[in-house]
């Protein structure tokens, strides 16, 4: 019975956590709008697998992991920063040359998904907020430490939240990739990745 109560407070606290759109998000939706529905899904579950690994270590142990990774500052701001800004350039760049080298002529939409569920695993998991996150909300639910049963539905509850709302990020992309035009889509990839940078930035300043 337990479980019946704590898996719908899981998937509350997955989708409160993945809802908030941020640097992960615009980069869920390029995905979708580069790659499709189907080329999106290794970094949907890459998302989605870091938000169930750190539910699964704040549920174990929080109390004692959260202080380590805490102790990690700022690096793993300082490193995040870095990497966000370099992969919005990169698609800056790449977003330009395509449009300079065949203009008028719609983009061939990339469909490689080669290292895009471990790139987007690092990104995920180099932000440790998400396991601080889950260690201030669980004491507050004292259903959750009720049974292995009640742990166990409320990680479930956090994991499909968090995966069908990644998805829905990328479906959107993808909707958009099938119903716009090229230019369309070079005006959101400037806009998208412009905003990954400026994420980035603000990552690295508040981490000084």
């Known amino acids: 019975m337990d479980a019946l109560v704590t898996f719908p407070v899981g998937a509350l606290a997955g989708l409160a956590l993945a809802a908030p759109l941020g640097a992960i998000g615009v980069l869920l939706m390029q995905e979708g709008l580069e790659r499709g529905l189907r080329g999106g899904l290794p970094a949907t579950a890459a998302v989605a697998t870091v938000d169930t690994l750190y539910c699964v270590i704040a549920v174990v142990a929080g109390t004692l992991a959260a202080p380590a990774i805490a102790g990690l500052a700022p690096w793993p701001q300082l490193g995040g920063g870095v990497v966000l800004i370099a992969i919005g350039i990169r698609a800056l760049v790449r977003s330009l040359r395509a449009t300079g080298a065949a203009p008028g002529r719609p983009r061939t939409a990339t469909t490689s998904t080669r290292g895009r569920y471990p790139l987007f695993l690092a990104l995920t998991a180099i932000n440790p907020a998400t396991l601080l996150y889950f260690v201030a909300i669980l004491p507050g639910l004292a259903q959750v430490a009720g049974s292995a049963t009640s742990r166990f ?56």
Do not use: D, K
């Open 153 to 208: 539905a409320f990680v479930a509850g956090v994991a499909t939240a968090s995966f069908a709302w990644q998805m829905l990020l990328v479906v959107v992309g993808a909707a958009l990739r099938r119903t716009t035009g090229p230019r369309f889509r070079f005006g959101t990839a400037l806009v998208g990745n412009g905003v990954v940078i400026l994420f980035g930035i603000l990552l690295i300043a508040r981490a000084l």
